[in-house]
């Protein structure tokens, strides 16, 4: 400002030196207004550089609100899935796990898969198999056992495998459940302190035990195990 005020003088000075007085105070006059021009130039600038940096808080302020806050508001591009999102949400909400009081079999989830049954077992035939489960041998006409993935036939103890007999009285059960399916009416309960489900086909029952300390079975895979045989 002091240097435009400088120039106004002297162009003033050289104005008087050479022309007439009128010109003189015509000079001062647009000198005058070049300086509202300039003041009016400088309120504007500072409007407007005052809006410029309240706009530029608004937006990150606005990127802090979405970006910064750490929970669950997760701002996801147009090519981005929403599965992300869920995904975030899953890690921050561990599903709730099984109480101990529910009972003993379904607290345990199921690693056991049944497929299709393609083996013989004399009088004991089922059409679906724990997956990976082997048969020991020799097979008795009445009773099958079979050894868990984890564990050589061999070496299969009297309670570690699957034993699946046909018997002609029903066995007493203790914590005993009952379910009906498809006409059938399922007894699950504990036997010998092993996990142990019943149904009466025919004229005859058919026994399950599942392995002592089991933790790869539960109520609805015993159910569909014993479902899928019949008795010779």
């Given at each position: 400002?002091?240097?435009?005020?400088?120039?106004?003088?002297?162009?003033?000075?050289?104005?008087?030196?050479?022309?007439?007085?009128?010109?003189?105070?015509a000079?001062?006059?647009?000198g005058?207004?070049?300086?509202?021009?300039?003041?009016?130039?400088?309120?504007?600038?500072?409007?407007?550089c005052?809006?410029?940096?309240?706009?530029?808080?608004?937006?990150?302020?606005?990127?802090?609100?979405?970006?910064?806050?750490?929970?669950?508001?997760?701002?996801?591009?147009?090519?981005?899935?929403?599965?992300?999102?869920?995904?975030?949400?899953?890690?921050?909400?561990?599903?709730?796990?099984?109480?101990?009081?529910?009972?003993?079999?379904?607290?345990?989830?199921?690693?056991?898969?049944?497929?299709?049954?393609?083996?013989?077992?004399?009088?004991?035939?089922?059409?679906?198999?724990?997956?990976?489960?082997?048969?020991?041998?020799?097979?008795?006409?009445?009773?099958?056992?079979?050894?868990?993935?984890t564990?050589?036939?061999?070496?299969?103890?009297?309670?570690?495998?699957?034993?699946?007999?046909?018997?002609?009285?029903?066995?007493?059960?203790?914590?005993?459940?009952?379910?009906?399916?498809?006409?059938?009416?399922?007894?699950?309960?504990?036997?010998?302190?092993r996990?142990?489900?019943q149904?009466?086909?025919?004229?005859?029952?058919?026994?399950?035990?599942?392995?002592?300390?089991?933790?790869?079975?539960?109520?609805?895979?015993?159910?569909?195990?014993?479902a899928?045989?019949?008795?010779?």
């Amino acid at each position: 400002m002091d240097d435009v005020k400088k120039l106004l003088a002297e162009f003033a000075d050289h104005a008087v030196d050479g022309l007439p007085a009128a010109d003189v105070d015509a000079d001062v006059a647009r000198g005058r207004r070049a300086l509202r021009r300039i003041r009016a130039r400088r309120r504007v600038t500072g409007v407007l550089c005052i809006a410029a940096a309240t706009t530029a808080v608004l937006a990150v302020g606005n990127q802090v609100k979405w970006w910064g806050t750490g929970q669950s508001e997760v701002a996801g591009g147009p090519d981005e899935p929403a599965a992300a999102a869920d995904a975030g949400r899953s890690m921050a909400t561990p599903a709730a796990s099984p109480k101990a009081d529910e009972g003993t079999m379904s607290t345990f989830s199921a690693a056991v898969t049944l497929v299709a049954n393609k083996g013989a077992w004399n009088n004991i035939s089922c059409s679906l198999a724990p997956e990976g489960w082997a048969l020991r041998a020799p097979v008795d006409a009445n009773h099958v056992q079979l050894a868990p993935p984890t564990t050589r036939t061999a070496e299969l103890e009297p309670n570690s495998g699957l034993d699946v007999q046909a018997i002609d009285a029903a066995r007493s059960l203790d914590g005993i459940r009952v379910s009906e399916s498809a006409g059938k009416v399922f007894h699950l309960g504990t036997s010998d302190g092993r996990e142990t489900g019943q149904v009466l086909l025919g004229e005859r029952w058919l026994l399950v035990q599942l392995p002592a300390g089991n933790k790869d079975w539960n109520d609805d895979l015993l159910r569909r195990f014993m479902a899928s045989c019949t008795l010779n």
